[in-house]
């Protein structure tokens, strides 16, 4: 999710936890956001070695 801070915006995980600084522009938050998304499903659809 995508936050507005004072200093700009911030991608902040389902449990409040910040990915990011607080310092991106808009653009760069959503850029952000998708690759943590990304991210995640890789990680998810791994198959253990």
Do not use: D, H, W
């Amino acid at each position: 999710m995508i936050v507005k801070t004072n200093q700009g915006y911030q991608v902040v995980s389902a449990e409040g936890k910040p990915l990011t600084q607080s310092n991106l522009t808009k653009e760069e938050a959503i850029k952000r956001q998708y690759q943590a998304e990304f991210f995640k499903t890789c990680i998810k659809n791994q198959k253990p070695q």
